[in-house]
Structure formats: structure tokens, C-alpha cells
């Protein structure tokens, strides 16, 4: 007997409609974290200075069950999350930090993020980057640019380090090869990674720089953010990343334009 010929696997939903549901998700998880910022939410450690709260934990379970039962098939790769290998192999999977820059949070510094992404083959292709006490909204669709609040952004277009405004740690600084190009930069530090690479899409700043390993959910969003805004993020070897992996630990961030982003990588290229 000849086997009948198996029926097409579903299409995928539009990019647009998975923008479009990502972006109400964030903005009502964003509403729900500012809620709980200023209230001393109950907070414990998940490991040393590791801290975790209340508010982290119902913006993921928000989170989980907007995007969840919109798409059921998706994998699903969270920080509050136990991982579930069934997302390696989705087609698409949703990468969350639900609150990034959690300690600032609890200290009642208004410099974190709910972060939020979509992959796909290992690449995000839809974004949120969003600080409700801000009330900073930045988004991204592959192919469709990068907005906060609605308009477009773009990177800076500051070539040289010497002339720079930049998000990185002194620390940092004196880890390059020649510190002292550094010396009539701007340095400035903001605790959430996420928050600090959309404030370099929009020109912000000109640069963000972290010599410490990152996780997807800390970066992702801000990835697709970034380069949809013309600007260039990698590792410091100049290494693009790749989302929804077994390991998801990434060595290093620089972001800016590129070609800021080159000059940065070269400076910092001898600890890789």
C-alpha cells in the first residue's frame, strides 16, 4: 500500500502578529512590574547577589501565559524559568528577562527593564525593550527598524573612542589595551544590560561595553533593537549571537556603531 503523503505542517504565524502580541504582552508585564517598583516587593537570593522578587516572578508568569496560550507551539526560554529542552526544537521561541536590572529595581532606581524576544533559526527577529518607570518603550521587527515610544531611532554616529559617550564600568576601562584612550570619554554605568543597549540604539549613548559573561534573556531583545537602529553588537571577538542554544551564556558585549564598534572590539580584542 502506498503511504499517503503527509499533511503540511502549519504555517507559522506573520512576524507582524508575533510583533504585534509581543508588544501588548510587554506593555501589560511593564504596567504589572511598575506596580510592584517603590513597594518593597518580598525579594530573596537565588544564589550571592543574585537576587530575585516577587514582582520578577508574576511579570514571568504574566508573560508565560499571554505569550503561552497565544502560541502554544513556541518554546519558551526564561531567567525565572526552569529550562525545557522542548524549545530547542521550536521554531520559534520566546526569550524573556521579565525584570532586567533587578537590584536596581529593589533599590528603587528606575534603571531596569522587562526584556522580550522572539527567535527564530537563532536569531531574534521581534523585540521589546520597555522601562515602565520611564516610560521608555523601545521595539524592534526584523526588516522593520527600531522605535521608542512609536518613533524611529538610530544609533549615534560617533567614530572615535576619545569623543564617546559610554555605558561601561571603570573597571572595564583599565581591562583594555591602552586605558588611556579612554581618558576623555564619557563613562557612565546603568544597572540593566537590556536598558543600556537601547539607549545606545536610540543615541543615547554611543557605546555600551560588558566584559561579563551575559545570558540570552539578558541580551536578545536589545540585540535585534540595536542592529534594526544601524548599529552593530557582538561579543568583543566580533562574534554575532546565537539564541536558543543548549549553553545560552555569551562571553562579552559591544555595542554601537560600527564603526565605533570596531574600534572598541580592537581595543578590548586581548581578553578574549
Known amino acids: 500500500m502506498t ?19 509581543l508588544v501588548a504582552a510587554v506593555r501589560e508585564a511593564g504596567a504589572l512590574a511598575r506596580r510592584f517598583f517603590g513597594n518593597a516587593p518580598q525579594q530573596w537570593e537565588k544564589s550571592a547577589n543574585n537576587p530575585v522578587s516577587e514582582a520578577d516572578i508574576a511579570v514571568n508568569d504574566l508573560l508565560h501565559r499571554t505569550l503561552g496560550a497565544a502560541r502554544p507551539d ?7 524559568s526552569a ?17 532586567d536590572g533587578t537590584q536596581p529595581f529593589l533599590e528603587g532606581v528606575p534603571e531596569f527593564a522587562v526584556a522580550a524576544a522572539l527567535t527564530e533559526a537563532g536569531r531574534p527577529v521581534a523585540a521589546c525593550v520597555y ?11 526584523l526588516g522593520g527598524g527600531a522605535r521608542l515610544n512609536g518613533q524611529p531611532i ?12 559610554l555605558l561601561v564600568t571603570e573597571h572595564n576601562v583599565k581591562r583594555a589595551h591602552d586605558p588611556a584612550v579612554f581618558a576623555r570619554a564619557t563613562l557612565a554605568d546603568i544597572g540593566s544590560i537590556a536598558y543600556r543597549l537601547a539607549l545606545v540604539a536610540c543615541g543615547r549613548y554611543d557605546a555600551a561595553i560588558s566584559l ?7 541580551v536578545a531583545a536589545a540585540d535585534l533593537i540595536v542592529a534594526e537602529a544601524g548599529g552593530r553588537m557582538t561579543t568583543v571577538a566580533d562574534d554575532l549571537y546565537r539564541y536558543n542554544r543548549a549553553s545560552t551564556r555569551h562571553r562579552s558585549v559591544i555595542a554601537a556603531n560600527p564603526v565605533l564598534h570596531a574600534a572598541l572590539c580592537a581595543a578590548f580584542r586581548h581578553t578574549v
Open 212 to 218: 561579563a559573561g551575559k545570558s540570552d534573556w539578558d
Open 3 to 21: 503511504a499517503l503523503p503527509r499533511p503540511p505542517a502549519p504555517a507559522a504565524p506573520a512576524l507582524d502578529a508575533d510583533h504585534a502580541l
Open 74 to 80: 513556541y518554546g519558551w526560554l526564561s531567567e525565572e
Open 154 to 165: 538610530r544609533v549615534g554616529a560617533c567614530a572615535a573612542i576619545a569623543d564617546a559617550r
Open 83 to 99: 529550562d525545557d529542552p522542548r524549545r530547542l526544537a521550536a521554531h520559534r521561541t520566546w526569550v524573556i528577562d521579565p525584570i
Open 131 to 141: 522601562n515602565p518607570a520611564s516610560g521608555e518603550f523601545f521595539d524592534a521587527a
